[in-house]
């Protein structure tokens, strides 16, 4: 019996989001809508639980190709669409852009179409369409945007060579046929030499659209993209890919240090910081299956997390007033925040980020050649040296004149910083959600 409930996944959000767009000129009516959306799209998911749910049969047609609502991708939405409605939520106190909301909505469709449909190779062009759906949030109408945004897209539309190229090898194979999945890998996570876009997209797009493009929605590209390099084993377990990607990442981190150097205020610390995390995610396209996925979800999971934190970064200061005790720690923790937020992009210990960042290290050292490992040991020492002092430029500014948190926002901000605080206490709560998500006992 076929329900169609994937069709559900797909035009639901495209309707709210074309209702968000229309009301965008009202910020709290579009979080609204994105956090109904978000609720109602959870409750519904959650009752289609493939075999077991109230939709028995989680199957559909989509001009002529099958779309499949299979037990992964039912966990991995059911992280996805809370996670939006937290971010629909802060804007309802934090105004990110007008277009940030309705595009995060409309991209809800196409990440789940393209872990949905068969084969892989018509998923490639959903991924295509998502990007595009995230290119105006990233965009924002701030002109030193611009120029990053246009190579971020060109370069996703570009991935789609060597990703058809993995996807549906001739018969007798590629003459070098590990060529096309390390294009695939470098350029989707954004890896040495096509890095080009992350450094001055993190400096000019806002924190609530890099959060919604390259954390959560950047979890379905990741992920499909470690599932492609599951079909060609024999291209991955090559000695030339495996050293390609593992100086990649050595070398996207050192330019990321390179990022946070020339560009020691704020913004180029968070610039930075992102570019360090996407060079150590490349690591994860070395392992094969679920250890791969097991150290790319953890990792992506937390990249979204820490944007989100940094949203509550540097702002107007008014003149100093007399406080009340809860005024002061809410002045307090608008500066933590942000600060807790990047160093927990960067990996350190008692941050959730530490618990992919050291099996990340773990595997760039599983195979011969000890300089990738130090390189990218180094630089996550160098980056919080860096990232030290420009947490303590922010602070300077966050003293007893800085602008507070709405009682609304510092009621969602500690509870955000105590669900940090708790994973990076426990960091093996993240990788055994991640694990369970994959159907790893």
Do not use: C
């Amino acid at each position: 019996m076929e329900t169609g409930f994937p069709i559900v996944m797909l035009v639901v959000p495209i309707a709210a989001a074309a209702v968000a767009l229309v009301l965008r000129r009202w910020q709290r009516v579009t979080a609204v809508i994105g956090i109904v959306t978000a609720v109602l799209l959870t409750l519904l998911l959650w009752l289609a639980a493939p075999e077991v749910g109230l939709f028995a049969d989680n199957t559909a047609n989509l001009y002529g190709r099958e779309i499949v609502l299979t037990p992964f991708v039912h966990s991995l939405f059911l992280f996805i669409y809370p996670a939006f409605g937290i971010l629909a939520a802060m804007s309802w106190f934090r105004s990110p852009d007008r277009i940030v909301i309705p595009a995060g909505l409309a991209v809800l469709a196409p990440i789940a179409a393209a872990l949905m449909v068969t084969p892989m190779a018509t998923g490639v062009v959903w991924l295509v369409v998502a990007a595009t759906m995230l290119t105006p949030a990233l965009y924002g109408g701030r002109h030193n945007a611009a120029s990053p945004v246009w190579r971020y897209f060109l370069l996703v539309t570009l991935s789609v060579i060597p990703l058809l190229l993995t996807a549906s090898p001739p018969t007798g194979g590629w003459p070098i046929p590990w060529l096309g999945p390390l294009l695939a890998t470098l350029i989707i996570l954004g890896g040495f030499p096509f890095h080009i876009w992350v450094g001055d997209l993190g400096r000019h797009s806002k924190p609530a659209a890099l959060a919604l493009a390259l954390g959560l929605a950047q979890m379905v590209p990741v992920i499909f993209l470690l599932l492609l390099l599951d079909t060609v084993p024999a291209a991955r377990t090559t000695v030339a890919f495996q050293t390609a990607v593992r100086w990649s990442a050595a070398l996207t981190a050192v330019l990321a240090l390179f990022q946070m150097s020339r560009s020691p205020d704020w913004t180029g610390a968070v610039a930075g910081a992102l570019l360090l995390d996407m060079g150590f995610l490349l690591t994860a396209a070395l392992l094969p299956g679920a250890d791969g996925l097991i150290i790319a979800v953890p990792a992506l999971i937390n990249r979204y997390m820490s944007l989100l934190l940094l949203t509550f970064g540097p702002g107007p200061s008014s003149a100093a007033v007399e406080v009340s005790p809860a005024q002061r720690y809410i002045r307090r923790l608008r500066w933590f925040l942000p600060a807790y937020g990047l160093l927990s992009l960067i990996g350190l210990p008692l941050t959730p980020g530490f618990a992919a960042r050291w099996a990340q290290i773990v595997a760039a050292g599983q195979t011969p050649g000890v300089w990738p490992p130090v390189l990218l040991m180094i630089s996550i020492l160098a980056a919080t040296w860096i990232a030290a002092r420009a947490i303590s430029r922010i602070k300077e500014g966050y003293k007893e004149g800085s602008d507070p948190l709405s009682d609304g926002e510092a009621i969602l901000a500690t509870i955000m910083i105590g669900v940090f605080i708790l994973l990076g206490l426990l960091p093996h709560l993240l990788t055994t959600y991640a694990a369970q998500m994959l159907g790893i006992s």
